[in-house]
């Protein structure tokens, strides 16, 4: 990373809060984050820090009450709804913790679908899935359906899903929460190989402290803010 380089993603002096009934819950008061190219950053926290709302609030999912994330030196709080799908189509790519792909097709349609919505015609389409899938180590299963393959097969899918469109941003909210410590290794080497290859900003929610010790770097949330881990 050279010192000059300005990060991807830029979340500054983010506030988010939630009404629940009568009450208001402060989940974000001030929270900054900047995210370099190739870069890879753990997000360790107890359930209901809001790991989830900064990981929406960052790939535009969700609205800020207030601050303002930068996609690309690009503030985006004032866009309209076209030009935050459109960012967040071409540049964003989300992985969860559930695979969320859709049954009835195979793991190459589950690629392909991404990139036709975007305007890719079908056999590109078809040809960049088959490879992202094959370098993901799943070139003997393209034709299998979610169901026919096992639980770090079916996230390793959701990932090449999320790449698709050669986004330069992945969010990745507790991605290996599901699976068992051998699978989640699997896993998380599938991510880092994108990572490093597509020089991608990567924030990885995770609670697998043995995997966020391999990351670039560690942040976790506390009242509300980022706080740089060593
Ligand atoms: P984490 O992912 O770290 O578990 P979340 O970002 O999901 O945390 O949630 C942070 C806090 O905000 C929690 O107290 C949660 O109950 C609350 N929260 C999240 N989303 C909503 C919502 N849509 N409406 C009301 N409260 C919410
Ligand atoms: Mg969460």
Do not use: C
């Not at 107890?46 to 601050?67: C, F, N, R, V, Y």
């Not at 070139?139 to 330069?168: C, D, F, Y």
């Not at 994108?194 to 990885?204: D, N, P």
């Amino acid at each position: 990373m050279a010192p000059t380089e300005r990060p991807i993603v830029f979340l500054h002096q983010i506030e988010r809060q939630y009404r629940q009934g009568d009450a208001t819950v402060d989940v974000l008061k001030g929270a900054e984050l900047a995210v370099w190219s190739g870069q890879m950053v753990a997000l360790i926290a107890p359930s209901g820090a809001g790991k989830s709302t900064l990981l929406h609030i960052a790939g535009l999912l969700e609205h800020q009450d207030a601050g303002e994330v930068y996609i690309d030196d690009v503030p985006t709080s004032h866009l309209t709804d076209t030009e935050r799908t459109r960012i967040r189509r071409n540049e964003v790519g989300f992985v969860y913790q559930a695979h969320h792909l859709l049954g009835e097709f195979s793991a190459l349609e589950n690629v392909m679908l991404p990139q036709m919505i975007r305007g890719m015609t079908r056999n590109e389409a078809r040809e960049r899935a088959a490879e992202l899938l094959s370098y993901l180590g799943l070139k003997e299963r393209l034709v299998h359906r979610p169901a026919e393959l096992s639980g770090g097969e079916q996230q390793r899918v959701a990932i090449a899903r999320a790449v698709a469109n050669a986004p330069r941003i992945l969010l990745a909210d507790e991605p290996t929460g599901n699976l068992d410590p051998h699978t989640s290794e699997h896993v998380f080497r599938a991510l880092t190989q994108l990572v490093r290859a597509s020089r991608l900003a990567a924030v990885i929610a995770t609670h697998n402290l043995d995997i966020a010790a391999r990351m670039d770097r560690r942040v976790t949330l506390k009242d509300g803010r980022v706080i740089e881990l060593q």
